[in-house]
């Protein structure tokens, strides 16, 4: 049996043997049902034999040596290895006496729609972290190991490809016996063969892979489910090698699975989407989470009409029309990724029509050459990863500065969107093509979810998830969330981190090419103005590294937290993640902030042009691959060597920057000179108006005195955060100050960061015309609003904890879980 792990703790154990048999692909069939709450179906996987199992099969015939000679040829360049940490604690052996056949016990209801098998299928996904060992030992049955919680497993079989019409052309074998033992052989082989066709071969190869997925079964196997995962085996197989390559589960989702989350849109519409869970896809459909295990998928998703299924896939689907009343929607993914990179949304979106101005944005810049093109043409000849149709080979997609682009939203937001949202992509996608050169992928849909989303936005491969809190208060916030979220296509999805503790891989860049992209974006900006406007910015994630660190935990600030052992394998490849399920550390930013500084500081080092070449030649070099942050920082200080000699090395960045906690030393001495940046001194000059100002009226009591008006001059978005946060720090402001910088301001119809600090205002000062803003603020920005809750029943005013309470009884119920356990130990 698995090792037991309190679901309730924070260590989140990442089971599949990865090293033993890895999943190639996914074929996914699902019926969506809103009445249960559940997603019902089938999901087919196609292995190869892990890279730590190369013996031959029991016949002899070394049939899978091949596939590891070439799939290990091709990843030569950058084996992916996963961490281990604490593994004397997390070994486990597996006894066999709890295993049940084809779900016995449990009723077995998979077949009532009667088309499982007859659709075609995709793939899901999840993520992962450290390790646990399953031993094979003597004449145990080899065991196969799937992520999998809050799933009711209904049967599992052995797919027979080998029935399968035409399938002889993946064959090696000119005859075949009535030997079971060579058919086995042989449906491996077949896999084998299909799972290694050239990229150009990819349209057959997803054909046969829907054809495979509606072979008959050949043997039901035996399985059990833990709290954590899916065990299956077949008896008297005792290798890998031997064990089937392609399963059959018939399995459905429960209501309160944590992997998706079924609520309603702003329209009062249901809907259910995959948000970011800490357990990633395991609780949607079992798989392997481990990053190594890059897999491509296909699923057919079934739904009542009126709902859209949107999924990251590379076609834009259109819906087929089952029978009345039933719409299929269909999409694939022939890029591997991760399982954790899967996402799902389903609801009654609509989609927001481009206009006119719109279209003649992206004619402009369609084909535009970016500055990365003629300096990396060397790159475009290889690429290192594994073989599949790469858009870094494709001349047309090199070209192409803006992809095609859907935005979908409630019917409620959609003239939000028109106004605030729609006319930003273009811009974006183009900025960030002149930055880093091809796309990684070929196509994007943007959708604004629902309010209990804890996020401001989430990027997956083809699709971005937006909160309705980037909306309202102008261009600024909408369009640097969506110049990061789209910085994640290069940075978190086309390369990835091979240990899941360094997120600063993903963030760190994300935040530091959200500045670089926003600049070119917002066109005909000057240098002054960039820089004047970056260094504002710089002061402000400053200040709240400075706060992050003062109030968490020191082993949660630590961007590379395993040190030497980061990107080790166990014998198994399965893990353990330290703190990943821990509520508080999905608030936490400073994996974003610290990657962010360190990045911009190397920027700064080697000059801002050589470094964004640098970054290119990354991308060139490494997409489609894993890596560490050595990768990274070897590569850098190659193109630099002159660097070396003032000190800066790879084992001098591990020191001061990602191995330690607290604010990095090098940071600590640059921290006071963005105080001197023009934007940031008109704050100052205004902050010293309002204190002026505010101790007047305090003086003055009640008595009215003419006095010359005080001219507050305009401010951006970014510099009234930073004016807020200033007037955060006095002790004591009147209510006529406050009542005057919300009227001077318009701060009710600012952007979400702006409108957070009056909230902090007004709960700091007991405002009570402003608890009607907390209370909004609250309800309809769930992906910023939680610390406000502390901060209400911190005063231990009994008007604010009556608030308090009274917006999360109102939220609770759609509120995400994460969100919820932080606020509910804040509160009770």
């Not at 190991?145 to 993946?170: Q, W």
């Not at 800066?648 to 906690?661: A, Y």
């Amino acid at each position: 049996m698995e090792t037991q792990l309190d679901p309730m703790k924070d260590d989140l154990p990442l089971m599949a043997n990865t090293s033993y048999m890895l999943v190639k692909h996914y074929i996914l069939d699902l019926d969506v049902d809103f009445k249960s709450k559940v997603i019902e179906g089938v999901i087919v996987l196609f292995f190869e034999t892990g890279s730590r199992y190369r013996k031959t099969s029991s016949t002899g015939k070394d049939d899978c040596q091949s596939q590891f000679d070439e799939t290990c040829k091709m990843r030569a360049s950058e084996p992916c290895h996963i961490p281990v940490t604490n593994m004397s604690a997390c070994s486990f052996k597996t006894e066999y006496n709890d295993f049940t056949v084809c779900g016995k016990g449990e009723e077995d209801t998979s077949d009532k729609n009667g088309n499982y098998s007859n659709e075609e299928q995709a793939s899901g996904i999840s993520s992962s972290k450290d390790c646990c060992d399953i031993e094979n030992h003597g004449n145990k049955d080899f065991l196969l190991v799937l992520d999998c919680c809050d799933l009711s497993v209904l049967k599992v079989e052995e797919v027979d490809v080998a029935a399968v019409s035409g399938i002889e052309k993946f064959t090696r074998s000119a005859k075949l016996t009535d030997v079971s033992k060579e058919l086995e052989n042989l449906r491996n082989q077949i896999i084998h063969e299909l799972v290694t066709l050239p990229a150009d071969r990819w349209k057959e190869q997803l054909y046969y892979f829907t054809r495979c997925s509606q072979a008959p079964g050949c043997g039901e196997l035996l399985f059990t489910t833990g709290t954590w995962s899916l065990e299956i085996k077949k008896s008297g197989i005792q290798t890998p090698t031997d064990f089937p390559h392609a399963i059959r589960i018939w399995y459905k989702t429960k209501p309160e699975g944590r992997s998706v989350t079924w609520t309603t849109d702003q329209s009062g519409r249901p809907c259910v989407y995959t948000m970011g869970s800490p357990i990633n896809n395991r609780a949607l459909f079992p798989c392997q989470e481990p990053p190594v295990a890059l897999s491509t998928w296909q699923a057919s998703v079934r739904t009542a009409a009126g709902f859209v299924v949107l999924m990251s896939g590379e076609n834009s689907a259109e819906p087929v029309q089952l029978q009345e009343g039933i719409l299929s929607w269909y999409y694939y993914v022939t890029m591997p990724m991760p399982a954790s990179t899967f996402t799902i949304a389903v609801g009654c979106w609509q989609e927001v029509k481009k206009q006119s101005f719109t279209a003649a944005i992206e004619t402009n810049t369609e084909f535009s050459l970016p500055s990365s093109q003629a300096s990396f043409r060397w790159h475009e000849e290889i690429c290192a990863h594994v073989e599949y149709p790469c858009r870094f080979q494709n001349p047309a997609a090199r070209l192409q500065a803006v992809i095609p682009y859907r935005v979908f939203a409630p019917w409620c937001l959609i003239e939000h969107c028109k106004e605030c949202l729609l006319h930003l992509i273009p811009q974006c996608l183009s900025a960030a093509y002149t930055t880093l050169g091809t796309h990684p992928f070929s196509r994007l849909d943007v959708l604004i979810v629902p309010s209990n989303f804890s996020s401001l936005g989430m990027a997956s491969p083809h699709i971005i998830f937006l909160s309705q809190s980037v909306l309202p208060g102008g261009s600024h916030l909408c369009g640097t969330r969506l110049c990061h979220e789209i910085a994640h296509a290069w940075f978190g999805l086309a390369i990835g981190a091979r240990d899941w503790t360094e997120e600063w891989i993903s963030e760190g860049f994300a935040t530091f090419l959200e500045d670089i992209f926003w600049a070119r974006a917002q066109q005909q900006l000057s240098h002054d103005e960039v820089k004047g406007q970056q260094e504002l910015k710089a002061l402000l994630r400053w200040r709240r590294l400075r706060d992050e660190v003062q109030n968490s935990e020191e082993e949660l600030q630590v961007l590379r937290p395993k040190k030497e052992s980061t990107g080790e394998l166990s014998e198994s490849g399965a893990s353990v993640i330290k703190h990943g399920l821990k509520a508080e550390k999905i608030f936490m930013q400073v994996h974003y902030l610290k990657g962010y500084f360190l990045l911009r500081s190397l920027a700064r080092t080697i000059g801002e042009a050589s470094y964004l070449a640098s970054l290119r030649k990354f991308v060139h070099k490494f997409h489609g691959q894993l890596v560490l942050s050595q990768d990274f920082l070897c590569m850098l200080l190659e193109d630099i060597p002159e660097q070396k000699e003032s000190g800066l090395t790879v084992e001098s960045i591990f020191q001061n920057w990602l191995d330690t906690s607290g604010i990095p030393k090098p940071l600590l001495e640059e921290g006071e000179t963005w105080k001197e940046c023009q934007l940031v001194q008109q704050v100052s000059g205004e902050v010293t108006k309002w204190i002026q100002t505010n101790q007047r009226i305090r003086k003055s009591g009640k008595k009215k005195r003419k006095r010359d008006e005080v001219i507050f001059q305009k401010l951006l978005p970014d510099q009234l955060v930073l004016l807020l946060e200033s007037l955060l720090e006095e002790k004591t402001l009147c209510p006529r100050i406050l009542q005057c910088l919300e009227k001077t301001y318009q701060l009710r119809e600012q952007d979400a960061e702006v409108r957070h600090r009056w909230c902090e205002l007004v709960v700091k000062h007991k405002y009570v015309p402003g608890y009607g803003d907390v209370e909004k603020f609250l309800r309809e920005d769930q992906a910023m609003g939680v610390y406000l809750y502390g901060e209400l029943m911190v005063n231990e005013d009994a008007k604010q904890q009556e608030l308090a309470h009274k917006c999360f009884a109102a939220a609770r119920e759609h509120m995400d879980a994460s969100s919820a356990k932080v606020v509910a130990e804040m509160l009770f």
